[in-house]
């Protein structure tokens, strides 16, 4: 049982296969075919729920060290401006901040596309655990 939720659960196997996967347990199962059937979507659910709620732990921690970088930059941002206007302040030291500015707001754009791809994450583990327990309900049928 728990080797098939663990092949079931994986994103990279297609819902036609897990359909098919799901169908020869089901027929393997004989009499207690819907007890077991129970079993596997309780094991589904487990699973795939504890992958999700890590996944949005760590979008969690994501948004913080956003929250973090963005602040860091509008701080250096800030001094940069304060170095422009200054006529007494090294332009060396003003160029280095400036670099630092573009360089963090170029990491923080980044991370904020790779942000919105992993938002993603958590409805996909939601559809498929919805696609696998409608196959399971309909062979329960």
Do not use: H
């Not at 956003?66 to 701080?75: C, I, N, P, Y």
């Amino acid at each position: 049982m728990a080797d098939l939720v663990q092949e079931l659960v994986q994103r990279r196997v297609p819902i036609e296969q897990a359909q098919d996967r799901i169908r020869a347990f089901m027929a393997q199962a004989g009499d207690r075919k819907q007890p077991k059937l129970l079993e596997l979507l309780a094991g589904l659910f487990s699973v795939l729920n504890d992958e999700r709620s890590t996944v949005i732990a760590g979008l969690d921690r994501f948004g913080a060290r956003q929250k973090e970088l963005a602040s860091e930059l509008r701080d250096d941002n800030e001094r940069l401006r304060v170095m422009q206007a200054d006529p007494a302040a090294k332009a060396s030291d003003a160029d280095q901040m400036a670099q630092r500015v573009t360089w963090g707001a170029r990491v923080f754009q980044d991370r904020r596309q790779a942000l919105s791809y992993a938002c993603d994450v958590p409805g996909k583990i939601e559809q498929r655990l919805f696609a696998l327990a409608r196959i399971i309900r309909e062979a329960v049928q």
